[in-house]
């Protein structure tokens, strides 16, 4: 017989308030809606409002509790405020989810210090800030999740990894932190590790046909990845079920990285 309540108890995330950047659009976009349809209420941080209101009026409409902050996460200032907000909407997270990202590849001989900059600030930094405004939080409470979108080039470099493979990189470094200092108070932090994903981020590589099909031929699946592909892997990582895994970087990549 199936227990829904078994399953309840390891998935369902009823009563828990998620906040997710970047949650307009690609993989952020496919996270937040299913930490919605698994019972969270969820605060989507972006700066586009029309892909805002977009995402949150779909979430709406199909019965889930959602709200949305407009912000630039690529300054301190503008992050703090955002995390105010968001806590407004449905009170403080349980959950964090850093999607927001940029993806500057210029060559490295070319790579200035506005791109480094731009690049560290919404990459790494704004998950640093929103982590220590909300993971002690979490900590007195007593459960927190705290999950990183990451990058192939957080390990390996490859197609000018320049400044976006290094803020990867310092991006789980700082899971195993955050990790470090709140998982014995039932904060978990992991990081989830894409392969190619045909998202707005990869919009240079997608427009070439070749290049999409050789990286699919990378992968042991035999396709490159879909935002929905991490719907299974957020909500594990979110609930009940993931308490013993924290530190860790799990790859939602069809095999590309073992291939």
């Given at each position: 017989?199936?227990?829904?309540?078994?399953?309840?108890?390891?998935?369902s995330l009823d009563g828990?308030?998620?906040?997710?950047?970047?949650?307009?659009?690609?993989?952020g976009r496919?996270?937040?809606?299913?930490?919605?349809?698994?019972?969270?209420?969820?605060v989507i941080v972006a700066?586009?409002?029309?892909?805002?209101?977009?995402?949150?009026?779909?979430?709406t409409a199909g019965g889930c509790r959602a709200a949305w902050v407009s912000a630039d996460l690529g300054s301190r200032d503008g992050v703090r405020a955002a995390a105010e907000q968001a806590a407004d909407a449905f009170g403080e997270p349980d959950i964090l989810v850093n999607s927001a990202g940029i993806n500057l590849r210029p060559p490295m001989g070319e790579l200035g210090e506005e791109v480094w900059d731009a690049t560290m600030a919404l990459n790494l930094e704004a998950p640093y800030l929103l982590g220590q405004r909300f993971g002690p939080g979490m900590a007195e409470r007593g459960f927190g999740?705290?999950?990183?979108?990451?990058?192939?080039?957080?390990?390996?470099?490859?197609?000018?990894?320049?400044?976006?493979?290094?803020?990867?990189?310092?991006?789980?470094?700082?899971?195993r932190s955050q990790a470090e200092a709140w998982s014995?108070?039932?904060?978990?932090?992991?990081?989830?590790?894409?392969?190619?994903?045909?998202?707005p981020l990869n919009v240079r590589l997608s427009s070439d046909p070749e290049k999409v099909a050789a990286l699919a031929a990378r992968t042991m699946v035999g396709r490159n990845g879909l935002p929905e592909d991490f719907a299974g892997a957020a909500v594990f990582l979110a609930g009940r079920?993931?308490?013993y895994v924290t530190g860790q970087a799990i790859f939602v990549d069809g095999g590309f990285s073992v291939h």
């Amino acid at each position: 017989m199936i227990s829904h309540s078994y399953l309840s108890e390891l998935f369902s995330l009823d009563g828990r308030v998620a906040v997710v950047t970047g949650g307009s659009s690609g993989i952020g976009r496919a996270i937040a809606g299913a930490l919605a349809q698994a019972g969270a209420s969820v605060v989507i941080v972006a700066r586009k409002e029309p892909e805002l209101t977009a995402t949150v009026d779909e979430l709406t409409a199909g019965g889930c509790r959602a709200a949305w902050v407009s912000a630039d996460l690529g300054s301190r200032d503008g992050v703090r405020a955002a995390a105010e907000q968001a806590a407004d909407a449905f009170g403080e997270p349980d959950i964090l989810v850093n999607s927001a990202g940029i993806n500057l590849r210029p060559p490295m001989g070319e790579l200035g210090e506005e791109v480094w900059d731009a690049t560290m600030a919404l990459n790494l930094e704004a998950p640093y800030l929103l982590g220590q405004r909300f993971g002690p939080g979490m900590a007195e409470r007593g459960f927190g999740r705290i999950i990183h979108v990451t990058s192939q080039q957080a390990h390996r470099a490859f197609v000018q990894s320049g400044a976006y493979g290094v803020s990867k990189g310092a991006l789980e470094s700082l899971a195993r932190s955050q990790a470090e200092a709140w998982s014995p108070y039932g904060v978990t932090c992991n990081t989830l590790v894409p392969g190619f994903v045909m998202t707005p981020l990869n919009v240079r590589l997608s427009s070439d046909p070749e290049k999409v099909a050789a990286l699919a031929a990378r992968t042991m699946v035999g396709r490159n990845g879909l935002p929905e592909d991490f719907a299974g892997a957020a909500v594990f990582l979110a609930g009940r079920a993931s308490a013993y895994v924290t530190g860790q970087a799990i790859f939602v990549d069809g095999g590309f990285s073992v291939h």
